[in-house]
């Protein structure tokens, strides 16, 4: 999920990788497969962003509870009820926009934290708040949590659920179809894609999204899509290759 921006030459992507949560993902990997695609951008990865913080703390007054109420609208008492925490993805990032450091919070350095905190934004299409995997933005938040939950299963899965109550039989008969917990190795893959549309959002002034199924940059709403275009056959379509390569000349050029 993004919002408009103007486009940022960066040339510094610093990755906080939260590799003790689950779910987990190899943040060099990640880095690897940026480089691909920007290899003349100097990339980092640095320790969680919520290193020795308590992120509950820090996130709550991003937490929602009610998903058909948008985010000023909310009830001052937030209601646990049991289900996994929800997190408006703008209120949080305007929140830990405030601890990017001031040196480095000018337009050469992007910042991308990944971690299990499941975000959301409100689509005033449904009237509703919808999961999502990654807000761009400064910082791009890219959820793990969100790679599972946010892209829908088959269709099949959903149908399947009406007859079935035994949901590790029902995830056993469709796997492969979809990322689950546990999943390393593809959420590390499906998150390296999430980070490049990150970046993308600052190379194309906020739309980093491509209409090719088979672009890497695809905006997957099912998980066989997104395992398609991040683990299948993950790479750029020849619009946006082309636009990274004149990117990298120019930063280049610097």
């Not at 609208?73 to 830990?96: A, E, H, M, T």
């Not at 899965?157 to 029902?170: E, I, K, P, R, T």
């Not at 946006?240 to 120019?250: D, E, G, L, P, Y």
Request: hydrophobic share 40%; net charge neutral.
């Amino acid at each position: 999920m993004c919002v408009c921006v103007n486009q940022l030459d960066f040339r510094f992507v610093h990755l906080y990788s939260d590799a003790s949560s689950a779910p987990k993902l190899d943040g060099r990997a990640v880095a690897s497969e940026i480089a691909k695609v920007f290899p003349r951008c100097k990339i980092d990865v640095r320790t969680p962003f919520f290193k020795d913080l308590d992120i509950e703390k820090i996130a709550e007054p991003a937490r929602i509870s009610d998903t058909k109420q948008p985010f000023e609208r909310q009830p001052s008492q937030k209601s646990n009820d049991g289900i996994v925490p929800l997190y408006d993805g703008f209120v949080l990032q305007r929140l830990l926009a405030a601890r990017i450091p001031a040196a480095e919070g000018h337009a050469d350095h992007v910042h991308i934290i990944f971690t299990n905190i499941l975000t959301c934004t409100f689509s005033e299409d449904d009237w509703r708040y919808h999961g999502r995997a990654v807000v761009c933005g400064t910082p791009s938040i890219i959820s793990t949590t969100g790679i599972v939950e946010a892209p829908a299963k088959p269709k099949e899965f959903y149908l399947a659920q009406f007859g079935m109550h035994d949901v590790d039989s029902l995830k056993r008969q469709f796997a492969g179809r979809f990322i689950d917990y546990g999943d390393d190795d593809r959420i590390t893959l499906a998150a390296a894609g999430y980070a490049l549309q990150a970046l993308f959002f600052f190379v194309t002034d906020g739309e980093p999204f491509c209409d090719n199924k088979d672009c890497r940059l695809f905006n997957a709403h099912w998980q066989e899509d997104l395992i398609r275009t991040q683990i299948e056959k993950p790479a750029l379509c020849g619009k946006h290759q082309s636009i990274a390569n004149k990117f990298n000349r120019k930063i280049g050029t610097r």
